[in-house]
């Protein structure tokens, strides 16, 4: 198995390029399928989830010619197939967009039951009301998810819950149903937006995303169309915060500061300094971080993903920090690997009290999803000596090139192919030279 060598302490400084939005990508590319003509899609982050999903696109008949580059052509024209391949479908949790797309272009769909990070219950009920009142008959059986409809009709759905999830793949059915469809409670992250936006690109009437009420007129036919996917805010986040907790001085570039006022916000409060600038944010480590109390909202509040991050910041602040994760009931499993390295946290629920230390000290560490690996890797480049960074492939399902972009700006980090250590790397370098 991978994983990551970091040797601590070094402050991180210069300018990191952030990429194309996981949580948009992987919504934006089966939209593609809604369309009778190829669409081409922009600042797509090469990521596992990414290319996992483009190969899911493939197994149901679309044409897919994904790059690193950042750039997909998909082609969903010749989609004749409404069921996804289960032992794929269930490594991914944004496979169930694949649900509303083909409920929403052929009336049936065929999709195993998401996978996706363990970080608490991940139901899908909201998802599956939604389609029931455009008309579909929804059954789960044997862990594949059918949903069937001879029509598809408008209808006014109120989300019990505000989630992202269930928003978007109500908006992938809804445009294409007879009618008006109006989603209130709907979720107004970013992500969201970019869908909605990109769903017009493609000739839908989709209007009022980013607020709390969506409402969407179905359309008979989409076209084909070119589209440049947002920036990635938790990504963008994560290198924030990692420049905070090294007491660095770090460029996050690329970015739509809007996206990350709730971020900025915390490490102002915790007495960092934070420029922002058009499509950049600067963020200088200008001093041991103060205690901060945490609680993640739906946007425009705290971001979930970003709990597990900035627990590492809080873990070397001055003072008690309080962290209250509100939208999952298990996003807690960092924190067993954060005392491996001295950090002193209590977890009462979805209550985490956060003690800040002197400092964390280098470990053996095992990454349990993506945002923990995330936290993880940012605690060793705080930490004093060396940490190893186990179960990487859950880091490389969202960020992109991370090593890569952190030696960059002066990380000491480098990926350890399955059975490698490094001595045998520094003295292969050293024969090398
Ligand atoms: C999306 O997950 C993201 N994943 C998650 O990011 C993110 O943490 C989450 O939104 C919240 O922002 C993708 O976009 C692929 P939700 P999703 O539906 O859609 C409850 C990452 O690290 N709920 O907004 O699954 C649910 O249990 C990942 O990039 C229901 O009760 O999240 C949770 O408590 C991790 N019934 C809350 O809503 C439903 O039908 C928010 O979930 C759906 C959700």
Known sequence: MEKFHISGGKPLAGTVHIGGAKNAAVAIMPAVLLADEPCTIYNIPYIDDVIILADILEEVGAKVSLNSGGCAVIDGSSVTCNKAPYDMAKRMRASYYLLGVLLGKFGEAEIPLPGGCEIGARPIDQHIKGFEALGAKVDIEHG???ARADRLVGNEIYLDVVSVGATINIMLAAVRAEGSTTIVNAAKEPHVVDVANFLNTMGARVKGAGTDTIRIKG???????????????????TFMIAAAATGGDVVVADVIPK????????LLEMGMEVIEGDDYIRVRGIRKPRKVNIKTLPYPGFPTDLQQPISVLCSIAKGTSIITESLFDHRFRHVEELRRMGANIKVEDRVAIVEGVDALTGALVSATDLRAG???????????GVTEVENIHYIDRGYEKIEKKLSAIGADIRRLKDGENLLKVISSNIAVR
């Open 374 to 384: 995330a936290a993880l890797i940012i605690a060793g480049l705080t930490a004093q």
């Open 259 to 266: 996206h990350l006022e709730s971020t900025t916000a915390k």
């Open 144 to 146: 594949v998810v059918k």
């Open 219 to 237: 359309v008979d036919r989409m076209n084909g169309c070119e589209y440049t996917i947002i920036p990635d805010q938790i990504e963008a986040g």
